[in-house]
Each structure stands twice: as C-alpha cells, then as structure tokens.
C-alpha cells in the first residue's frame, strides 16, 4: 500500500494493489473522525479525468453528508472499510510521513 497524494489536515489518497483508497478527516462541531473507502469505478474514472480538483469535491462530499453522524442519510453509509483496512492506512501514512512524504504540504 502506497500513499499518492494528500490535501493536509483533510485527506489522504492510497493505492492498495488496484484499488484506490480515500481517507477523508471529517469535522462536525467538537467531534472528528476518519472515513474511509475505496473509489468505486466512476469515481476512479472522476479522478483519472480530474486529479486533485475532483478529489477535493469528493472530499467535500463526503463531509457535508455526515457519514459518521448518529441519524445520517449520508450516500457513503455503508462504504467506510476502516475496519478492514485502516490499520494498513495508518501504518502506510505513518512511513511515508517518515520517509518525507510531508515534505510539500
């Protein structure tokens, strides 16, 4: 698993063989978590057409829909794979902090 970009204090983008994996920072008042999950075949099609600038929309997305709110009717319930795969994020993010990754942002 490998790290391909980030938009500091706000997300992260991963490879993880062929899938790409999206861990969105959300904020809602004093409470923060993590969401993520993998691009689905349009949204990978979305980012190859429009990098950055579509991941920030998705990001946006994702945050104003609440996903993680008690109650949500969010379109990303049911996708959050942090259970599954987010040791593995975390530990990929940690290194490639630790080998420089932050160096630009």
């Given amino acids: ?3 391909l970009d ?3 204090q706000w997300w992260f983008l991963l490879q993880d ?3 790409l994996l999206f861990d969105v920072n959300c ?3 004093a409470v923060s ?3 993520l999950m993998a691009l689905n075949a ?3 099609a979305r980012f190859k ?4 600038q579509f991941l920030n929309e998705l990001a946006e997305e994702v945050q104003h829909s609440a996903p993680g709110a008690r109650g949500s009717t969010s379109a990303f319930l049911g996708r959050n794979i942090s259970g599954t795969r987010g040791q593995a994020v975390s530990e990929a993010v940690e290194a490639w ?3 420089g990754g932050d160096a630009n942002g």
């Fill in 1 to 3: 698993m490998i790290v």
């Fill in 6 to 8: 980030r938009e500091p």
């Fill in 17 to 19: 063989g062929e899938a």
């Fill in 27 to 29: 904020s809602h008042s």
């Fill in 33 to 35: 978590y993590s969401w």
């Fill in 42 to 44: 349009e949204e990978t």
């Fill in 49 to 52: 057409l429009d990098g950055r």
């Fill in 97 to 99: 902090l630790a080998g």
